[in-house]
């Protein structure tokens, strides 16, 4: 069995004391024990990112995940793992599961002998990092068990994609080991990840269960699904917090859309009971990313005009960085005009859908007014080739056509 990032375990146990040297570029390669990947990345499809205001039955903070790695490097396995090994070779995942068994049950041992005093306990607790790792250390031990049926679920998410026929999928799902809620919060968390459209799965699991009624989803088994979708739905959260010129616009409409897609599948088919926790996961949720998103809605208005407005005084020139953050702008206005359903942003979206539409026909004919006076104005022509684009989102492709043949014809004009 090649081990070429781990101790060589064919040594007598004093043990697998040399590790067999990694093969790779000249660059420093990310360490296990320095990178935000713990595990190899073998638990990864059931992590979330942090900070969250919920936890749930299977999603796994990252920081938590790597603060069990951590422990296990230092303290239960450094006969085992070289914690200088690389992230990125390619060995070191497949290298790890083999030695799973022999640290998962060093684990136990060490779970098993903090239980005996209250001494040991707070021991384990310091070296874990404190009171929260500790008590999703059986979480994270759990999913360590269960990573080959993490791959599995992997799997059958992205066959459900494929699953056109609602009772297959009504099959599908209850081949899912539901007598085992924690073992099947794990691969629906890690499932999860894989489904495009979540409301699929939840029209089925209305099927199986009879009933939308939270209750009735509850006792068929599936409530670790709902949890799942509503634990993916919180991930979304850190990715809409970029800001400045270098924020990835696609990755923050992708969340926003993301969320919109989980949300709905909650919301839009359980009969949440009013004094429940899913209600109120939901409410929080909403309220959250429609905080994060909100200064975005309200800076799209002033952007536009900014961009698209002609220099009152000086030289006209382009400003590439002003018009790339009002398209940007409109981007997210145009995402959120598909997602409003999940978002607390009514009354803003509307005044400023309003507002842009306004503006963008105002700026287009006096920019096109000016580009038929002057043909061989380039700043001109740049800032309507950008509010064409911006027309085509707040309007649609047809209205964006008629004005590019304007702006060819006024060019045209000798």
Known sequence: MPLSTLRNMSQPSARFANPIPASGPA?????????????????????????????????????????????????????????????????????????????????RIAVDNASATNEAERRLKTQLGGEEPWARLPLVLNALKCRALLEKAQSFGRAVNGMNDEATLATALQSMPLQDQGIAALLMQAAIGQVASPSRLMTAVVRIAGSPAEASIQRAGFGPLVDALLAHAQNQIPLLGQMGPFADIDLICRAIERFHRLIRAVHGFVELSRAGRWAMVVA???????????????????????????????????DGDLLLSALNGVYVLATIRDCRDSLALNALFDQTWTQVGQALEVHIQRNLEILRQNPADSATSQRLDASIKMAELRFNPEYADVLRRAKETAEKRV
Do not use: C, Q, Y
């Not at 429609?290 to 208005?301: A, K, N, Q, T």
């Not at 900014?306 to 382009?318: M, N």
């Open 284 to 318: 929080a949720l909403t309220k959250r990313v429609s905080e994060r998103v909100e200064p975005r809605l309200r800076d799209v208005g002033p952007d536009v005009n900014k961009a698209l407005r002609r220099p009152r005084e000086g030289a006209d020139r382009f």
């Open 27 to 107: 660059a420093p390669p990310r360490s296990a024990s320095k990178t935000g990947k713990p595990f190899f990345g073998l638990i990864d499809s059931v992590l979330v990112e942090g900070p969250a205001d919920f936890e749930f039955s299977a999603a796994i903070s990252r920081a938590h995940a790597m603060a069990v790695w951590t422990w296990m490097l230092r303290d239960l396995a450094s006969d085992l793992i070289d914690p200088d090994t690389s992230v990125d070779d390619p060995e070191a995942a497949r290298a790890l599961g083999a030695l799973m068994p022999e640290l998962l049950a060093r684990a």
